[in-house]
């Protein structure tokens, strides 16, 4: 791979390292913010859950832009909105208001800088044969992200206040962009021919493309595993800290846990990414789903302690977005490169209602319970039925979608 492939690569793995970053500190907001302002956790954990929902609802729709117009404005766009998102949240001080700033705008600002811009733009420039590995390598810088941004923004909160802290990551957002720039000017030297699109108007052929992809039983699976990879790494993500400060362990105790699910994240996408690249996608995925179950069963199993909090972490860190590249790696195989911004923001819009349900219910369920047991043994049954729904999938190219992606 040449310089100006590096380059990409490079943009755009630290535009998704920031994004998937900071989102992945909001937890612990949920201590401070609900204490100064008298909220419930599932008011908090409502306007996260909405995030990811409209984070998942309007993906589709930035990755049919950048497919037909480039990744550049989609990308800027979304930094704007994620620096208002942060800067609203420090004057969002009823819940309504709350999922304003901290779900719809930063749900949109999420749609515009991860995975289904950035795999599009990679899945147009780098050869199929470095594609999975490409794929990975972004997904990894993610996870990068989430290890080296935990930490940053606990320590901001312990030394500041939450509502400085909150301002320093808006300024950190802000990077994103002078990095899209870099992007898309280095996207244009791998531009290939233009999409040719039955249909000028975007949501007409977002439909007709959709319609086409769902007549495959094997879209529909991942779409079913998707669902239960959202479900269970942001519920985790989210409700840890609470569930591990609710049975007398520190906040420094959490902030290692997601520090050490981000770092051994960034080994297990780069890991399975060079693994898709072998062997067979969905058999990795069906893996993935099980081995995850089997983590969380086994961490409500043994008693509960620092060392088996940070092993149970380092495993499902192992086990976190281990399935991204893979998944859009299939989606790649099975329906070309054309719409795989779209239809890669279509499967991911499952993976965001499962999110959305993973954090809310995790609230909803916390404060009619008093504890999180029912919400872990979903995500166990869960992490089975994904597991299950995978092994069907094949990796065939799409007959409805042969035509197009021999021209």
């Known amino acids: 791979m040449d310089r100006s492939l ?49 984070w998942g609802l309007a993906q589709p729709f930035a990755g049919a832009l950048a497919d037909r117009h480039g990744p550049g404005k989609v990308l800027l766009g979304g ?146 595993g998707y669902f239960v990879c959202g479900f269970q790494v942001v519920f985790i993500g989210v409700h840890l800290p609470a569930y591990l400060r609710d049975h007398g362990l520190g906040g420094n105790v959490a902030s290692m846990a997601l520090a050490l699910i981000g770092l051994f994240n960034i080994f297990g996408t780069f890991l399975f990414g060079e693994a898709g690249s072998r062997y067979s996608k969905p058999y990795l995925l069906a893996g993935i789903y099980l081995a995850r179950s089997i983590a969380i069963g086994a961490f409500l199993y043994f008693p509960l302690s620092t060392g088996s909090v940070l092993i149970f972490a380092a495993v499902i860190g192992f086990l976190w977005l281990s399935t991204v590249p893979l998944t859009n790696g299939v989606i790649a195989s099975q329906f070309g490169v054309q719409h795989l911004g779209m239809l890669s923001g279509a499967v991911f819009f499952s993976h965001q209602v499962g999110s959305f349900l993973g954090v809310w219910l995790g609230g909803k369920l916390y404060d009619l319970n008093g504890n999180y047991n029912v919400v872990w043994g979903i995500a166990i049954v869960l992490g089975i039925l994904a597991a299950l729904a995978n092994l069907p999938v094949r990796e065939t190219a799409s007959r409805a979608f042969a035509a197009e992606n021999a021209r």
């Open 79 to 224: 930094g704007v909105l994620y620096a208002l998102g942060l800067l609203l949240m420090t004057v969002s001080s009823t819940p309504g208001l709350f999922s304003l700033s901290a779900g719809v705008l930063l749900g949109l600002a999420l749609s515009g800088t991860t995975y289904s811009v950035i795999f599009g733009v990679l899945g147009r420039s780098v050869p199929t044969a470095y594609r999975s590995r490409a794929m990975g390598l972004t997904a990894a810088a993610g996870s990068f992200g989430q290890f080296a941004m935990v930490p940053i923004e606990r320590s901001l909160i312990d030394g500041m206040g939450w509502l400085p802290a909150l301002v320093v990551l808006a300024a950190c957002a802000l990077l994103m962009l002078p990095l899209s720039r870099i992007l898309s000017t280095e996207a244009k030297r791998f531009a290939t021919e233009p999409v040719a699109h039955a249909h000028p108007n975007i949501l007409q052929g977002m439909l007709h493309t959709f319609s086409r992809a769902w007549t495959e039983p094997g879209f529909r699976l991942l779409m079913a």
């Open 6 to 54: 590096h380059r990409l690569l490079l943009a755009g793995g630290l535009i998704v390292s920031l994004a998937m970053g900071i989102r992945h500190g909001f937890g612990f907001f949920m201590p401070p913010m609900t204490s100064a302002f008298g909220w419930t956790r599932e008011s908090f954990a409502f306007a996260l859950g909405m995030q990811n929902l409209l």
